[in-house]
């Protein structure tokens, strides 16, 4: 039985909390759909206690990882890059390339937690673009949480 968008939305909706509730147990905070200064999206960015930023991507089926040939643009933006999968794909599948497996990190999620099945590898942003980063990330949540406060703000204001 195929995947519907509203099924697979609901799965990525759910293995995103699953993520988020694993990075709130070990002090990150996270948020999602972070638009990057090269014109890509991520699905949660995490930042920890040392400003040390970690991108997710999220893949609830073999066709949505398959299919997705943008992930390495995210790399030049983080210090680690997970791939989230929902809980029930074989994580075997990232076990070679291109899914650089030597350096990216691998959970499983559902809606209730997640598990970090291989950690990522470090890799270290320069300061000047870490600051840059936490700068316009943090600018974006305070964003986010003023529209949510006052919808009407939200009125002609871009994300980007």
């Known amino acids: 039985m195929a995947r519907t968008d509203l099924d697979r939305a609901v ?6 909390r699953g993520v988020c509730r694993l990075f709130a147990q070990a002090g990150l905070v996270a948020i999602p759909e972070v638009p990057l200064p090269n014109g890509r999206r991520t699905d949660l960015t995490a ?3 040392r400003g040390q930023i970690t991108i997710v991507e999220i893949k609830v089926s073999r066709a949505d990882l398959h299919g997705d040939g943008k992930w390495p643009d995210y790399c030049d933006w983080c210090d680690r890059f997970y791939w989230a999968l929902a809980a029930g794909l074989d994580p075997a599948i990232l076990e070679t390339e291109p899914y650089r497996p030597e350096t990216s990190g691998l959970i499983v999620a559902d809606r209730y937690g997640a598990a970090v099945v291989r950690e990522a590898a470090s890799c270290h942003l320069a300061p000047a673009r870490r600051k840059a980063e936490l700068l316009r990330i943090g600018r974006l949540a305070m964003r986010r949480s003023m529209i949510a406060s006052d919808p009407e703000l939200a009125m002609g204001w871009n994300e980007g």
Do not use: E
């Open 47 to 49: 930042i920890d206690a």
């Open 11 to 16: 799965i990525a909706a759910d293995v995103a």
